[in-house]
């Protein structure tokens, strides 16, 4: 079936720097793809919606320009969260659905983030 | 807006029992269900959907869901659990397809003791 990978999977970072996260569609194309963050025992709370090719989509109450979204091809999207903070520590999923006559929803196997 | 409220933030059962989970949701317009497991440090794997066909569906790892619309509930069960089965489980909804953002539960952590 498909798959979507997630870069990294766990990372470290020190409080005011920022960091990359990616996410990639293996063996399919995504226009859209969908981040989610996950707190400790919590649920998924959806952030974004990342379009390819266009600007992405964001919830209300999420900072677009702490959370940047780029879209820039149709099997990448990448989030990067801008000087970040202790708070900003989570579990980041992030989702594609795929194309065709069977569409389904593929979800990454998420990326911890602690900032120090 | 769309919600789904999962009753029951955790649930224990004995090993080769009945596993109910619930999830009742709210939606404007005709609903997709999904139900995913999560196991820690891990991505989310889809269980089974609802997607206006058949109101029992079926799933992987011997799980089945209803969708009774009079009761806007999706409940999961399996007849009998494993050990296996321990981990978290959420109900979401969509309201636009397979392909859109889903909304999701709180989650149901699920035990299954020997």
């Known amino acids: 079936g498909a798959v979507v990978s997630q870069h990294p999977s766990w990372v470290i970072c020190k409080s005011g720097t920022s960091v990359k996260i990616e996410c990639r569609s293996l063996?399919?194309?995504?226009?859209?793809m969908f981040w989610y963050r996950q707190f400790p025992k919590q649920s998924l709370m959806l952030m974004a919606t990342?379009?390819?090719?266009?600007?992405?989509?964001?919830e209300q109450g999420v900072e677009k320009d702490k959370f940047l979204i780029n879209h820039a091809s149709l099997t990448l999207s990448t989030l990067t969260v801008t000087s970040a903070h202790p708070e900003d520590s989570s579990f980041y999923i992030c989702?594609?659905?795929?194309?065709?006559?069977?569409?389904?929803?593929?979800f990454g196997p998420g990326t911890r983030l602690t900032v120090t | 807006a769309q919600s789904v409220t999962q009753l029951g933030s955790h649930v224990s059962v004995s090993e080769g029992a009945l596993v109910l989970l619930r999830c009742n949701y709210s939606?404007?317009?005709?609903?997709?269900l999904f139900w995913y497991v999560q196991y820690p440090n891990q991505g989310l794997q889809l269980l089974l959907k609802?997607?206006?066909?058949?109101?029992l569906v079926k799933g992987i790892n011997g799980f089945e869901a209803e969708f009774k619309k009079s009761e806007t509930s999706f409940h999961l069960t399996k007849p009998s659990a494993h050990m296996s089965d321990a981990a978290e489980y959420f109900c979401?909804?969509?309201?636009?397809?397979?392909?859109?953002?889903?909304?999701f539960g709180t989650g149901t952590r699920l035990q299954v003791t020997l």
């Open positions: 989702s594609a659905p795929s194309s065709g006559l069977r569409v389904e929803q593929y």
């Open positions: 063996d399919f194309q995504a226009t859209t």
């Open positions: 979401a909804v969509s309201t636009a397809g397979t392909a859109s953002k889903l909304t």
């Open positions: 609802y997607t206006s066909a058949a109101t």
């Open positions: 990342s379009n390819e090719g266009s600007k992405a989509t964001y």
């Open positions: 939606s404007s317009v005709p609903p997709y």
